[in-house]
């Protein structure tokens, strides 16, 4: 990503379905070159959101949340600071880790109990990761700044990271 795909999408234009598509081709091709044989958690979700982060243009904060008995602790990410302890059922991510299901929000402020990490944040995905025994063992988080920024192309692309690169 360019300096000028950053700052396009801060001034408001996202990538359409097209580019969307061309970009999770891409950060999909490079997570299986740079995963291959992987089985450590922290290597793969540090490069899951290393490289989602620096090739979608449209997320602002990316990251994981480990579950960690009763709550979700942050970790690794990208971004501005963050909350670090979620309890099950609480946000979006809490909910999405309760549901073992996918969540889109197109507007944070309409979503009960959002817990905001960063003012900044407008709409959000998360995507529930499993391990190999079909556990939820963390979620993976996303935000944008912009409104209805995410889609079934980022739900499904991001649900087929998952299932290629399960934690453990």
């Not at 979006?92 to 960063?118: M, N, Q, R």
Request: glycine share 8%.
């Amino acid at each position: 990503m360019s300096h000028g795909e950053a700052y396009q999408c801060e001034k408001g234009r996202l990538p359409d379905a097209v580019e969307k598509a061309a970009l999770y081709q891409k950060a999909g091709t490079q997570l299986a070159a740079l995963l291959e044989g992987e089985t450590d958690p922290v290597v793969i979700m540090s490069s899951v959101v290393a490289v989602l982060h620096h090739t979608m243009p449209h997320y602002f904060w990316t990251g994981f949340y480990r579950v960690t008995g009763d709550v979700l602790c942050v970790g690794p990410y990208q971004g501005t600071p963050a909350c670090t302890r979620i309890p099950r059922g609480r946000g979006v991510c809490g909910t999405a880790w309760l549901e073992g299901a996918p969540i889109v929000v197109e507007d944070v402020h309409a979503f009960p109990g959002h817990i905001a990490c960063d003012a900044r944040s407008v709409s959000e995905i998360v995507i529930p990761w499993k391990d190999r025994n079909d556990n939820v063992v963390a979620v993976l988080d996303v935000d944008s700044t912009l409104p209805a920024t995410f889609d079934a192309c980022d739900r499904e692309n991001l649900l087929a990271l998952a299932d290629q690169h399960r934690l453990g």
